[in-house]
């Protein structure tokens, strides 16, 4: 749609848009003088559009007029949100720097605007002065400090981070501190249809009572210190207490998403050994009762501790062995009231295996080490700016690497958990966001796009929103605008990362201005890098240059081993060497703009990412292949959507009988059905495409990347 500019506008035009012809002489007045103070087409004159016009209530389509309008001749990357002063001192960056940025920077340093690349670079260069400043600053309590921050290492191409020192991450986020006191609130909730009730909440000794009775509950299961324990169940304020407590008492969490399939959950049960698993006997949503125990048990799962949802007792019969949640709890009753004494442990140990989709059809199983959720809560510091008192949201699970991350950026940074127990599509969670005042909204790009379309939102005061993050998949500018909006134009921070990393390695800062679904910053303390064509780094900072992303390989808390492959071969093997050191392997491909920002362009390897979730197209055509006998074989593509926004899954079938006529919505269906049956029930195959070949290498390979842009084109070329 092409938009007029700013002054070329009449009190008509935005009359057309259904609002009322008073209201719209009003607006255009005050357009008109904005114009005049500030020009038609400034970021100044945005940024008094966005905080002295807009709001709400008013149509959407009269946002679009005014942010197209304002930027119809700026090019690309036009800034959605610009930092000022004033706000950027009040910020953890800001304040830091507005302490120390002459002792941290030297001469260069200005102000914690101008300066905050220069701070960027220095995380990298100084991570030993970088690292300790932060750990300090988030109120990191060693049981045995370490004798240095980075150690050099030949074995270890990351180094050793932290070596020689012992704590537990679990006790950090209940420990007392200049950001909390014992009545301080930690988690906040509701349950989906209790939405006119009063907003539930937890102080911190609350808090420590429950993690405590259940830390010692479990070491009346009688498994030795570091055995691996499973939570499938969704992210509600009792997972969340089962979680502490599983890492308080010296043990590992083993995280799996409460949507898997019991295939799915047997399989991550069994790489990682987990001796026992917290589950619920159904998951509620709406006015459905979804069997969770029942998958559970499918997946020939050990000893189960069952969690009754919502009532007071089971609705089952248990297996043979295991335990029902309040009989478990009852073993310890002789220690309710008694603080347990955390297992202080090396900073090398394990406290959570997650799973990140390979290229091979089995998860990959990685551990995060004591010191990954300290780089969690230190992206959260850095870039999301969450701090004493805030309230964070971001609809996820325990079984994604987001739902311990928005356990420990939380506690660890002083903020409360916000937890809504039901689905964050609905009205319901927006009136939540509202009454429970969250202040870090974080999304998947999938959730906004349902928001927008439905409404769901409309009527809810956001207005306590400081900025929203956003992660998981590609966004989309006109969605993504419309979610500013909703908050009167607060900030959205783009947070790309990985399981293997802990958290994020380029996303962005309130010390930049935001421009809608791109990145402006590497993350604090990662080094990124473009390769080329010749497989090598790309001279840095040169923008307009497109290709797949490597990273750094000292970033701080990132994985150091996998449990079932070869870590240095799936992230180091066949990669160049700069500076000395050989680089990190991450799989996507990235794009650096004219204006210095980035934006990510899908994966360079064989998986994609659907609705924020990575998957392995191995593990879709196994499933596909054996879908109907007339099926020779099938490839799974991940196609971006036009207009930006998630990938869409498409399929690339050769029939056996190239005669015969297949019914492809038939097929679909029935895709859909395997897939949401036996591997996740959020994919859906958006299109199937009859080929009569796959392309392939010299060594028979099947080319998917090529596959990808003949569909991508294909999908572009139609809708001309």
Same mark, same amino acid.
């Given at each position: ?115 905050? +690349? ?143 399939? +019991? ?107 004591? +010191? ?349």
């Amino acid at each position: 749609m092409t938009y007029k500019g700013l002054d070329g506008i009449t009190s008509v035009d935005i009359a057309r848009l259904g609002i009322p012809s008073t209201l719209a002489d009003e607006l255009y007045q005050k357009l008109t003088e904005i114009i005049k103070n500030y020009g038609s087409a400034s970021q100044e004159t945005w940024q008094r559009l966005s905080t002295d016009v807009l709001s709400p209530d008013l149509p959407f389509s009269f946002h679009q007029m005014m942010f197209y309008g304002c930027y119809k001749d700026f090019g690309p990357d036009p800034p959605a949100w610009i930092p000022n002063q004033e706000n950027s001192r009040l910020t953890n960056v800001g304040e830091l720097l507005n302490k120390c940025g002459k002792d941290l920077l030297g001469s260069i340093y200005k102000d914690p605007i101008s300066s905050f +690349s220069d701070f960027q670079e220095f995380s990298i260069k100084q991570p030993e002065i970088y690292w300790k400043t932060i750990l300090d600053e988030m109120n990191v309590q060693f049981a045995v400090p370490p004798y240095c921050i980075l150690q050099e290492s030949p074995s270890q191409p990351g180094g050793v981070w932290l070596p020689g020192s012992r704590l537990n991450p679990a006790k950090n986020c209940l420990n007392l501190n200049s950001k909390r006191d014992l009545d301080s609130i930690m988690i906040v909730w509701r349950n989906e249809g209790d939405d006119e009730t009063p907003i539930q909440k937890m102080t911190l000794k609350e808090l420590q009572l429950e993690v405590w009775l259940v830390a010692y509950a479990l070491n009346n299961l009688g498994l030795d210190k570091g055995s691996a324990i499973a939570i499938d169940m969704p992210m509600d304020v009792k997972s969340v207490i089962i979680y502490l407590a599983i890492v308080l008492a010296g043990y590992v969490v083993v995280s799996i998403a409460d949507s898997f399939a +019991s295939s799915e959950i047997s399989t991550r049960l069994r790489i990682s050994q987990a001796k026992a698993i917290f589950t619920q006997d159904f998951i509620v949503r709406g006015d459905k009762k979804l069997p969770l125990y029942s998958r559970v048990i499918e997946a020939d799962a050990p000893i189960a501790i069952v969690i009754p949802t919502r009532d007071s007792s089971l609705s089952i019969t248990l297996r043979e062995g295991d335990i029902y949640w309040h009989s478990f709890l009852d073993g310890a009753r002789d220690f309710r009231g008694t603080e347990f004494s955390a297992v202080e442990q090396p900073i090398d140990a394990f406290t959570n295996i997650l799973f990140s989709s390979g290229t091979t059809g089995e998860p990959k199983a990685i551990p995060w080490t004591v +010191s990954t959720p300290f780089k969690a809560a230190a992206d959260g510091w850095a870039h999301l700016d969450i701090r004493k008192g805030d309230i964070v949201s971001w609809p996820t699970n325990l079984g994604w690497m987001m739902g311990p991350w928005l356990v420990y950026a939380s506690l660890l940074n002083g903020a409360s958990v916000a937890l809504y127990n039901g689905s964050p599509l609905g009205s319901g969670f927006a009136k939540f966001v509202q009454d429970a005042k969250v202040t870090m909204l974080g999304v998947i790009p999938s959730i906004v796009r349902t928001w927008k379309t439905t409404n769901s939102a409309a009527g809810y005061d956001w207005s306590s929103i400081r900025c929203f993050g956003s992660t998981g998949e590609a966004s989309n500018v006109d969605e993504y605008l419309w979610l500013m909006g909703r908050a009167r134009y607060k900030p959205i921070i783009e947070y790309c990362g990985g399981t293997e990393i802990g958290g994020g390695f380029i996303t962005g800062s309130l010390l930049q201005p935001q421009s809608l679904a791109a990145f402006s910053t590497p993350a604090m303390g990662c080094n990124v890098f473009i390769l080329g064509i010749d497989g090598m780094p790309i001279q840095p900072n040169v923008p307009g240059m497109v290709g797949e992303l490597a990273l750094g390989p000292q970033m701080f808390g990132s994985s150091s081993t996998l449990l079932n492959a070869d870590h240095y071969d799936v992230y180091f093997k066949g990669m160049p060497v700069w500076n000395g050191k050989i680089l990190r392997r991450h799989g996507d491909m990235i794009e650096r703009t004219t204006r210095g920002y980035y934006h990510a362009h899908g994966r360079a390897d064989d998986t994609m990412n659907l609705g924020g979730i990575k998957v392995s197209s191995v593990e879709i055509e196994r499933i596909c292949n054996g879908v109907e006998s007339n099926i020779l074989e099938t490839a799974a593509v991940g196609v971006p959507a036009l207009g930006g926004g998630p990938e869409k899954l498409v399929i690339a079938v050769v029939f056996k009988d190239s005669d015969h006529e297949p019914d492809l919505n038939s097929l679909r269906v029935s895709f859909n059905s395997a897939l949401q049956t036996k591997l996740n029930p959020l994919f859906k195959v958006a299109n199937i495409v009859p080929v009569p070949l796959l392309p392939r290498t010299a060594t028979n390979k099947v080319m998917r990347r090529v596959l990808r842009q003949q569909l991508a084109q294909a999908d572009s070329s139609s809708k001309m």
